[in-house]
């Protein structure tokens, strides 16, 4: 009679080291992909600030042209036309701006400074 050797049953698992090679590999992949995301993530912030900054540019534009003087905002300092607006100071810009246009201006993402004199307003991201 021939013995048969009596064979393990495959059990269809994986085995550690192929476990931890493929936690390696998705650690790199991650570690490459997550600063290009990070990055196009403040691309996309930066462009939208600069498109809401145009925004505020013709609403400016646009109230000078209704009134015939830019937007005079209370509690600047008469020594310096260009300084940061407190909040309460933008969303006064951000009313007096909608007397004259439908622009809708969220003023809690943005740190503003507005030059009275000009008119011109920058945006920086807070």
């Known amino acids: 009679m021939?013995?048969?050797?009596?064979?393990?049953?495959?059990?269809?698992?994986?085995?550690?080291?192929?476990?931890?090679?493929?936690?390696?590999?998705?650690?790199?992949?991650?570690?490459?992909?997550?600063?290009?995301?990070?990055?196009?993530?403040?691309?996309?912030?930066?462009?939208?600030?600069?498109?809401?900054?145009e925004l505020v540019r013709k609403a400016i534009s646009q109230y000078y042209a209704y009134e015939g003087h830019y937007p005079d905002i209370t509690l600047l300092d008469p020594d310096d036309g260009s300084q940061l607006l407190s909040q309460t100071q933008a969303d006064q810009l951000r009313d007096l701006l909608r007397s004259v246009t439908t622009a809708r201006m969220n003023t809690g993402d943005y740190s503003y400074m507005y030059n009275e004199a000009t008119g011109n307003v920058t945006l920086a991201l807070k």
């Open 2 to 53: 021939k013995r048969r050797s009596r064979k393990k049953p495959n059990t269809g698992g994986y085995t550690l080291m192929e476990l931890v090679i493929v936690m390696a590999v998705i650690t790199i992949l991650v570690g490459i992909a997550l600063p290009s995301l990070y990055a196009y993530s403040q691309r996309a912030k930066e462009l939208q600030m600069s498109d809401h900054q």
